[in-house]
């Protein structure tokens, strides 16, 4: 069965950090562009950060950029999310999946809070 697990959210004060990781099972991730992305309640998913095929090549939203950074780890099948100087407007349910995402892979997702 193919499947994206998430993990690593929790609640934290501005300015605090988090890594989320996204581990997959049933495929490679080696042969696919994976990204994260976040929705709030009531709005639409939003794209945050998507790392190429070779490890190297990364996307970051402007509303991240210089603060979250993406990582792949191959030998664990696992893309990771460092998450520093968090805002509440990072506040929100964070999922991966292919980029462009496939409706098949969407999983539960981890939740995000930051709240002084």
């Known amino acids: 069965q193919l499947q994206l697990v998430e993990s690593g959210g929790g609640e934290v004060q501005p300015g605090g950090s988090l890594r989320l990781s996204c581990t997959a099972s049933?495929?490679?991730?080696?042969?696919?562009?994976i990204g994260w992305f976040r929705q709030v309640p009531g709005k639409e998913r939003e794209g945050v950060s998507c790392?190429?095929?070779?490890?190297?090549?990364?996307y970051y939203g402007d509303s991240v950029k210089g603060r979250f950074t993406i990582t792949k780890d191959n030998a664990k099948n696992t893309i990771y999310l460092q998450m520093n100087s968090l805002k509440p407007e990072d506040t929100a349910t964070y999922f991966c999946?292919?980029?462009?995402?496939?409706?098949?892979?969407w999983g539960q997702g981890t939740q995000v809070t930051v709240t002084s």
């Open positions: 790392i190429g095929i070779n490890g190297v090549s990364t």
């Open positions: 049933g495929f490679n991730l080696n042969y696919y562009v």
């Open positions: 999946n292919e980029d462009p995402p496939d409706d098949e892979y």
